[in-house]
T-cell receptor, first 111, second 110 residues
């Protein structure tokens, strides 16, 4: 089946630093989504991407849908302690009812 | 508007016991999903439904059954719980693309 490779698995950074994480796939996707999960809660949508090459921002977060449609990245600028959590990418192929999730990037921000 | 609500939030079962997890959504979404989340494994799809009265297998369906008798509810059943089913279970629903998740059910099987 389809698989997503998400990296890095974990990151330990200082407050104020920028963060970058990415996902790659062996399959083409029509939609890329980025979610954040806080401890004890369900994932919450951060950014949705629907077109190859699309670059979308949400506050300090920026995500891009790769031109090949097989990858996406998420950047967080000027990190703050509340950015701590697990970030998941997810992809959806054309005509599929299912989303495929990456294994997550666990972000720790040291004040 | 509560979104996606999961009950119970926590449960401890003994091996061999059965239970049902309930997911309810008030957004009139057609699609509903059950995932399990284990450390280092991300979210894995158990079963899903594309509409009332329909169900389909996901990536890890063994040991689970589901039912979607009403559009707003999606039930996940464990007939004979095993320790390997210790996990956090998330329900999600959608109309278009983004999934909306519940806050999870933490299940421990001893």
């Amino acid at each position: 089946g389809q698989q997503l490779n998400q990296s890095p698995q974990s990151m330990f950074i200082q407050e104020g630093e920028d963060v970058s994480m990415n996902c790659t796939s062996s399959s083409i996707f029509n939609t890329w989504l980025w979610y954040k999960q806080d401890p004890g809660e369900g994932p919450v949508l951060l950014i949705a991407l629907y077109k190859a090459g699309e670059l979308t921002s949400n506050g300090r977060l920026t995500a891009q849908f790769g031109i090949t449609r097989k990858d996406s990245f998420l950047n967080i600028s000027a990190s703050i302690p509340s950015d701590v959590g697990i970030y998941f990418c997810a992809g959806q192929g054309g005509g599929s009812e299912k989303l495929v999730f990456g294994k997550g990037t666990k972000l720790t921000v040291n004040p | 508007n509560a979104g996606v609500t999961q009950t119970p939030k926590f449960r401890v079962l003994k091996t061999g016991q059965s239970m049902t997890l309930l997911c309810a959504q008030d957004m009139n979404h057609e699609y509903m999903y059950w995932y399990r989340q284990d450390p280092g494994m991300g979210l894995r799809l158990i079963h899903y439904s594309v509409g009332e009265g329909t169900t389909a297998k996901g990536e890890v369906p063994d040991g689970y059954n589901v039912s979607r008798l009403k559009k707003q509810n999606f039930l996940l059943g464990l007939e004979s719980a095993a320790p390997s089913q210790t996990s956090v279970y998330f329900c999600a629903s959608r109309a278009g693309s983004p999934l909306h998740f519940g806050n999870g059910t933490r299940l421990t099987v001893t």
